[in-house]
């Protein structure tokens, strides 16, 4: 695999978050209790991570219920999913709610060894935003037009390039019929609103924030594609699999609770997001983008097949990769 995917993110970040995460030793205890190291992004799309630290901010710890007096969660900030994969590598954290191109990535480099995806997280929210003026209004459109994606190698960045070849276009890293320019969200809808990119192919927030502050309109949106998975490192598994059993138990069950009270979800994501990034993200903002994820903890192989032929077809992927053991989904 080219290490293109070296950078490669979910490309689904509110913003760069300059986070200092708390030290370990990796020894799984902490002032006698068990310690269970949980990595995720400040982003609407890690919704379950989000809600859980706003409850335990108020005294009513979802997952420290359901693991016990005798289990301390300890919660990783992370701005992109290699950083968060290379924790898991370097064994500073034991899972990490992340998006699928990271976790694939970081399965193919470490052979197998390295990681598992052990339970969905988020569906949907990708869409190729288009300028609202007519620019591109079919796919004969695109010839010679410019289109911004989160990061080289990311999800949306692939899916792009992956669609694009499929409209008979050719693709390469540094042209081709399509100019596709790597950018992270803010320059995007910076790009995006001086009109110098054509569309953005990105994921909430940015999807709504492009269309409420950029005007832009959806040309194309990816409603079932997986967004976010939770995934363990295979040491997590061998020597903590009791609490990595009962954190995907609580995390499903925190899934359900958010689809059931989604206004009070909202409430407490904006919360925490302010907490974490020190700005506001306005109730219109989660109005728009919240309806178009879907929080599931059910996965299976099939979309990771997927998104290595596509990584495959546009030149990101070499050689055969074997996805036997990558997803073991946790009851």
């Known amino acids: 695999m080219i290490s293109l995917l070296r950078g490669a993110a979910l490309g689904v970040l509110l913003v760069a978050l300059a986070a200092c995460n708390?030290?370990?030793?990796?020894?799984?205890?902490?002032?006698?209790k068990k310690v269970l190291r949980v990595g995720h992004f400040p982003n609407i799309t890690h919704a379950q991570a989000l809600v859980a630290r706003a409850l335990t901010a108020k005294g009513k710890g979802w997952f420290e219920e359901r693991l016990g007096p005798d289990v301390e969660i300890q919660w990783y900030t992370y701005n992109a999913g290699p950083s968060a994969m290379e924790a898991i590598f370097v064994d500073s954290i034991d899972i990490t709610y992340v998006g699928p191109t990271p976790v694939l990535n970081a399965y193919d480099k470490a052979k197998g060894e390295e990681v598992r995806v052990i339970s969905g997280a988020a569906l949907g929210g990708a869409a190729l935003v288009a300028q609202d003026d007519g620019r591109l209004s079919k796919p004969e459109d695109f010839r010679g037009k410019k289109l911004a994606t989160p990061q080289l190698g990311n999800t949306q960045d692939v899916a792009c390039r992956a669609w694009?070849?499929?409209?008979?276009?050719?693709?390469?890293?540094?042209?081709?019929?399509?100019?596709?320019?790597?950018?992270?969200?803010?320059?995007?809808?910076?790009?995006?609103?001086?009109?110098e990119v054509d569309g953005v192919w990105t994921v909430e927030p940015w999807v709504s924030r492009l269309e409420l502050e950029g005007k832009g309109k959806i040309y194309l949106e990816q409603k079932d594609t997986v967004t976010t998975v939770l995934a363990s490192s295979v040491k997590a598994l061998s020597e903590k699999k009791e609490l990595v059993q009962k954190f995907v138990k609580a995390h499903t069950e925190l899934t359900?609770?958010?689809?059931?009270?989604?206004?009070?979800?909202?409430?407490?994501?904006?919360?925490?997001?302010?907490e974490l990034t020190r700005r506001d993200f306005p109730a219109s903002l989660a109005d728009r983008?919240?309806?178009?994820?879907?929080?599931?903890?059910?996965?299976?192989?099939?979309?990771?097949?997927?998104?290595?032929?596509?990584?495959?077809?546009?030149?990101?992927?070499?050689?055969?990769?074997?996805?036997?053991?990558?997803v073991a989904p946790i009851q």
């Open 164 to 195: 694009l070849k499929k409209q008979g276009y050719q693709i390469t890293q540094l042209g081709g019929d399509v100019k596709i320019l790597p950018t992270s969200n803010p320059d995007q809808l910076d790009l995006f609103a001086r009109k």
């Open 256 to 274: 359900e609770w958010i689809n059931q009270h989604p206004d009070e979800a909202k409430e407490l994501v904006r919360a925490e997001l302010k």
């Open 289 to 326: 983008a919240w309806p178009r994820l879907t929080f599931t903890s059910a996965i299976a192989r099939e979309p990771f097949e997927v998104l290595v032929k596509e990584a495959q077809s546009v030149g990101f992927l070499n050689g055969s990769t074997d996805l036997g053991r990558l």
């Open 22 to 32: 708390r030290p370990s030793d990796g020894s799984g205890a902490h002032g006698g």
